[in-house]
């Protein structure tokens, strides 16, 4: 069926390296690739998408990779932070005439290390 | 600005008992939907409503009802509580459809347990 994964549950990192997560998917049909934020005791907070006919977004100290043929989705976070501690999901959006269908992921558990 | 509001932020219920939860959202919003929240599993979405009169099941509907009587709200009901129903709750809203209205805005959620 129709899913959205995540390789990790867990990802310890020092303060200052870079950070890789990563996730899979198996819908074709998707329109957007998403990734969010949640931080303990908050809702998700979006960080950045990206099209599904595109292979790279960046932002802010963060960058999105797309690799369609393995159908596998990473969020790359430059020199990490102890403010990027939160739990980090992917999500898979299909635009549709009746609104945008969000499938999260389970979520990858980010700790900073000092 | 407030964006997404959700209340209560905590509570507390007995099996059998009925509920709403609160949300509301100032930035007019066309889409509104739920999600619950369970360890391990991700959210995953109860209802969602692309306007005011229109409603429409998610993932995983059984046990709770909505209206969209406004634009700005869109309360989630719980007729029976059931301890398979304690979890974490958000509700969150976006434009509706369009390539650049992919940024859904979350609430702050709620903590729901059945006991």
């Known amino acids: 069926g129709e899913s959205v994964g995540l390789h990790l549950p867990t990802l310890s990192v020092q303060e200052g390296d870079n950070s890789i997560i990563n996730c899979a998917y198996s819908?074709?049909?998707?329109?957007?690739f998403i990734w969010y934020k949640q931080e303990s005791g908050k809702g998700p907070q979006f960080i950045i998408d990206?099209?599904?006919?595109?292979d790279k977004r960046q932002g802010q100290r963060v960058t999105v990779l797309l690799n369609k043929t393995v159908k596998h989705l990473s969020l790359q976070i430059a020199a990490t932070q102890p403010g990027d501690s939160a739990v980090y999901f992917c999500?898979?959006?299909?635009?549709?005439?009746?609104?945008?269908?969000?499938?999260f992921g389970t979520g990858t558990q980010l700790k900073v290390e000092l | 600005n407030a964006g997404v509001t959700q209340t209560p932020k905590f509570q507390v219920l007995k099996t059998g008992q009925s509920m709403t939860l609160q949300c509301a959202q100032d930035?007019?919003?066309?889409?509104m939907s739920w999600y619950r929240q369970d360890p391990g599993m991700g959210l995953r979405l109860i209802h969602y409503?692309?306007?005011?009169?229109?409603?429409d099941q998610g993932e995983v509907p059984n046990g709770y009802n909505v209206s969209r009587s406004t634009t700005e709200d869109f309360p989630l009901r719980l007729l029976s509580a059931a301890p398979s129903q304690t979890s974490v709750y958000f509700c969150?809203?976006?434009?509706?459809?369009?390539?650049?209205?992919?940024?859904?805005?979350f609430g702050q959620g709620t903590r729901l347990t059945v006991v």
């Open positions: 409503s692309v306007g005011a009169g229109i409603t």
């Open positions: 930035m007019n919003h066309e889409y």
């Open positions: 969150a809203s976006n434009r509706r459809g369009g390539v650049t209205d992919t940024e859904a805005f």
């Open positions: 999500a898979e959006i299909i635009l549709t005439g009746g609104g945008n269908k969000l499938t």
């Open positions: 819908n074709s049909a998707s329109d957007y």
């Open positions: 990206i099209r599904s006919n595109m």
